[in-house]
């Protein structure tokens, strides 16, 4: 059928195209099928949305992705004509049946995601289907190798290439910033990519770019990996294993992350920077993505399971995820924390403490005996700094930077405690989403400095948190948000008073 | 946050809303997330999408629906706010996770989509949480009755109501043209509510719109069926149970009816018109919705305790569907075969039989003994005609009609057989795709008349089926689809020959 192109200034993130009722009909497609538009030789296949009122019959709207891809001019004519679902909704419906995917079928799947493909609606039945089925540690290498050669590869002339992550989901985790410069300056090659933050106050990617930069090529991030030792990149500057972040866009909503998806998102940008030696940090605790010790091995277990299968020696490190990982949260604030610790500065212990371990980790991983011992001295040594400039320099930062130059945001106000008492748990979502409000990560200066942990002794009027912001509506924002959540709650020593057994005499 | 209102021409069957990248970001919300928009009075959810190109940071793009539903101008600013998923996305999670729903989630569940308050997205994952995890009786009652009330229902002053459905996907089934009338005709109310094709050559709205109308209100509905006894009704053009069509618009593209969904939509339609008295025609067989006995009689069962549950009489008839129903397929070519039994036809015994054994044992229900024999008896004196020919007039068609007026397609094609022997299996979903190219439901005449049943012997070069159609392109299309498919497959009496066993000597 012969229909004229009309162009819809709008993008759904499919590849989709209106028809009229009379026209849908017509072809004999309903909403959700698919037809191929041709123009001249470019054809695209598009999803089918119908109306009765936006288009007259006749006409074919194209949404800005698709009209592009085959441009036409307004009001060309295109040949229009239905087409059939890929391959990879029978292989959706596969894993809807419990049933198990065939590494071609595997293949087949990513490669339609990657090319769009697939519409939203079947994309959320496979993330919904493998949350409920799950996939099989075959299956789950397959997904990660498909993964990774959908995307860009990057291969090191010198290696072995160690490598570090994080599951994430405890706010506060700066240690990257102090990990990376630490194994680097041991004289290993650690080209670290990050994310930015999705849900949480501040991804690494976002803390890293309060100071340098973080956005990189492949030939880029190899060679100032290569002369440095080390880079701390985002890793959405790249196309490591696209497929990933369209299916990220899919759980999100969902608010679901399938253990399959987890294990081969993490697995597939690893492989993909020709990662030899991985260290998992998997923060274990109410409010993180792992709740339990038993998850937490499960997920221990299916990382190094899947590593091996995939040529990369792994080894996990379950981390204390219950609270935030020291005392400031959000980028300026968290890199101010991080960079005083290179300078010398002896607290956080927690931030400390866990960099010291994971660095450890990874150094004995290298070859280097007494990894902790040896960590710490690079550290104390100010090694660790000098390497930590060095990236910064290479990444188009200051190579002078101190603590003290980071901005942190201008306008402040303290959360003070209401009685006197002990501190009980610490909510990290609550505190996550202040943090938020008050404009972090986008306003680098926002975020929290916190005082007092789960357990500490608290005395009325004393401050419990001060949150930071760069403007002062975010600011007020958050003060009445800190004041409808409660994220440390502040209690007597007796938490509950159970009543005794009373007797009645009748 | 205020922005200027710009309209998208576009309608996605969600509410949308695009945000420039900027502005989401500013106010803390993702593509998925939503937000809630204010203009004078009025305010509106719409899910978030966000574009760095289609719209200037300060505008704010609504598509048709949500720009109409708060009615702003173009160019006037809004008040944009981040707001919360509704709860119902939660729930959805619990049926993941294969929890079961409570009545209350549930209510509020269907209340959303009704409300149009869910995405493609999260819409999915239910159709597919409850593909996979299913439902317990107790859910399906309260999805079943939660369904009703968010629709229109109609109450009848005379009962009992009896009501007839058949689960579909055999093709030529048009015994409801039958059973209708002699139902009625034997004094009980039957006021059927019947669906237009989706997939299937033509549904019985379809079929019944050659004569008369069918799209009635529900007052008209009530006032005709209270007079006649009877109407053949499209169901669509009143508001029972409208979740449904909401989510068959997710259950279509992903091939998959889930069983508690099934249940929910049949006896929801049949409770909101008051149903007492309900038989369910089960059609089984390779090629429609039920291909085994097993999964027939379960479907069976539910119906009943269902039915149960709801203070609805139920009885099902499992029938057989392995190949179509009668010779005709297509409305106007369905309208002629049924008629013609009215008015004395012998055949097509298959449609006889099962009308009169349907129509049998709803006037057992209500109350008539020997229901086959009674029903052979309406049929055959005319009665039956008669009852057809007044509720024709009553839904504005002729009082008069006769089979012979029914127009059929002008063109038409015969398939002959290529060689002699035993016709095999007859593959319904092909005829079906033939009898759509031909243009059938929606040209009327459009179809196939067929000679041979499975298990007949055939003589090359006789006729095996006819392709009618209203138009000559789309006759040469379904021509040319019948020699791709060849659905009717005649094969010599030896089906397969086995090589026995041969012994070698060395």
Redesign the interface.
């Known amino acids: 059928m012969k229909l004229k192109a009309k162009y ?6 499919e590849l ?1 195209a ?1 028809l009229h009722v009379n026209d849908s ?2 072809i ?1 497609v ?4 698919r037809i191929k538009l041709k123009h001249e030789n470019e054809t695209v296949t598009a999803i089918v ?1 119908t ?1 009765e ?2 288009l007259k019959p006749g006409e074919v ?1 194209l ?2 992705k698709a009209f592009q891809f085959i441009g036409p001019e307004v009001g060309e004519v295109l040949e229009v004509m239905a087409t059939g ?1 890929p391959e990879s ?1 029978e292989y ?2 596969k894993k ?1 049946d ?1 049933l198990e995917l065939s590494t071609q079928e595997i293949r087949t799947l990513v490669n339609d995601i990657c090319e769009h493909n697939l ?7 496979y ?3 493998l ?3 799950g996939m099989n540690i075959r299956e789950t290498v397959d997904l990660t190798q498909a993964m990774v050669e959908t995307g860009e590869t990057i291969e090191f002339d010198r290696g072995p290439v160690f490598d570090f992550h994080s599951v994430g989901g405890v706010p506060g985790n700066k240690v990257t910033l102090l990990v990376v410069p630490i194994v680097a300056a041991a004289g290993l090659l650690i080209p670290k990519t990050s994310s930015r933050a ?1 849900s949480s106050a501040a991804g690494t990617a976002d803390i890293v770019e309060v100071f340098a930069n973080v956005n990189f090529d492949a030939k880029k991030l190899k060679s100032i990996a290569e002369s440095v030792g080390g880079i701390m990149a985002w890793g959405g500057g790249l196309n490591l294993a696209p497929a990933d972040d369209i299916i990220i ?2 759980e ?5 992350d399938p253990h399959a998806q987890l294990l081969a998102s993490v697995m597939s940008k690893k492989k993909a920077v020709g990662a030899d030696y991985l260290l998992v940090d998997i923060p274990m605790g109410l409010g993180t993505k792992v709740p339990t010790m038993e998850m937490a091995k499960q997920y221990a277990h299916d990382f190094i399971e899947l590593g091996d299968k995939l040529g990369m020696r792994v080894e996990c490190a379950i981390t204390y995820g219950g609270q935030p990982v020291g005392r400031a949260i959000g980028p300026a604030l968290e890199a101010r924390e991080a960079i005083a610790i290179l300078e010398g500065s002896k607290s956080p212990n927690s931030v400390i403490e866990k960099t010291l371990t994971l660095a450890g980790i990874l150094l004995e991983m290298g070859g280097i005996p007494r990894g902790y011992d040896r960590a710490r001295e690079i550290l104390e040594s100010g090694k660790a700094l000098q390497k930590f400039r060095e990236m910064v320099k290479a990444q188009g930062g200051n190579g002078d930077i101190k603590s003290e130059d980071i901005k942190i945001g201008k306008f402040k106000a303290e959360v003070l405690a209401k009685k006197s008492g002990y501190l009980g748990s610490i909510m990290n979502k609550q505190l996550v989403k202040i943090a ?2 008050a404009g972090s990560p ?1 306003d680098k200066g926002a975020g929290l400095i916190i005082f007092k942990k789960a357990g500490s002794k608290v005395d009325a009027g004393e401050p419990l948190y001060t949150i930071y912001a760069d403007n002062e509506n975010k600011l007020n924002e958050a003060v009445s948000l800190a004041k409808k959540l409660e994220p440390m709650v502040v209690e007597g020593m007796v938490l509950a008073r159970m009543p005794g057994i009373t007797r009645f005499q009748v």
Chains 1, 2 share one sequence.
């Not at 819809?8 to 993130?13: H, N």
């Not at 309903?30 to 099928?33: F, G």
């Not at 519409?119 to 039945?125: D, F, Y």
Request: aromatic fraction near 4%.
């Open positions: 819809i200034d709008m993008d759904t993130g989709t209106l009909t017509e004999g309903r909403e959700q099928d949305h109306t009122r936006y709207g949404l800005g679902k909704v959706i419906r809807m419990g519409s939203q609606v079947e994309l959320s039945a993330v919904t289907a949350h409920i089925n999705i866009r899919v999100y909503p969902l608010g679901v938020r409000a986008k």
